[in-house]
């Protein structure tokens, strides 16, 4: 297997056929986004290989000027779930050497149980992956659980960090977001 950045037409490619039937499309950031953002050196997409099959993903937000990366999607391809393909990715990323922050749904209030445990099946894969949760926020008009594999850094430089990650443009964006307080809608839905 191979970890690597992807070409513009895999990232097409990836875009068309996993990012738009895994993700929902408020959290969905746009691919002429993330185009504009590689183009500024500020994103990458790395996929993981097996000859020229994509077996997963994983997309990386960073700027310059911040030492914290954002793990903003990471995914297996659907035929090869459940594999351990998702940890071996982390563990790939970890290897870099780059302290990261990544966001998983937090249970919804009133949502069934079989959503919500996904949810929380979610936050423990990167629990066991070695990522520590460290505090709510709000991005994409919903709640997350911001989880970090950033051990040289204080929670608080992560939460700066993480929050100019996506600049000042993002209204969305709560970092950390208080108890009981509902996320703003989200800016990709404007």
């Known amino acids: 297997m191979t970890f690597r950045e992807m070409t513009r037409e895999e990232i097409t490619a990836w ?5 738009t039937r895994t993700f929902i499309a408020q959290e969905r950031k746009p691919l002429e986004k993330i185009f504009a953002l590689i183009a ?6 790395w996929g993981l290989f097996e000859s020229s099959a994509l077996l997963g993903y994983a997309c990386l937000w960073k700027a310059p000027q911040i030492p914290l990366v ?4 990471l995914g297996v391809t659907a035929a090869r779930r459940n594999a351990g393909l998702g940890g071996d990715i982390l563990r790939r990323l970890q290897q ?3 302290p990261l922050v990544t966001e998983s749904e937090l249970p919804v209030l009133g ?3 079989d ?3 996904i949810r929380l099946r979610r936050i423990a894969f990167y629990g066991r992956n070695g990522f520590t949760a460290a505090y709510p926020m ?7 659980q911001a989880l970090t594999y950033a051990p040289q850094l204080a929670v608080e430089e992560v939460m700066a960090f993480h929050r100019a990650l996506y600049g000042a443009e993002r209204t969305d964006v709560v970092v950390p977001l208080p108890e009981g307080a509902t996320p703003p809608p989200s800016f990709w839905g404007k």
Do not use: P
């Open 15 to 19: 875009y068309d056929n996993e990012l």
């Open 40 to 45: 500024e050196e500020r994103y990458e997409v």
């Open 70 to 73: 954002l793990l903003d999607y």
């Open 96 to 98: 870099q050497g780059r």
């Open 111 to 113: 949502d069934s149980e």
């Open 115 to 117: 959503a919500n445990a």
């Open 138 to 144: 709000a991005t994409c008009g919903m709640a997350w």
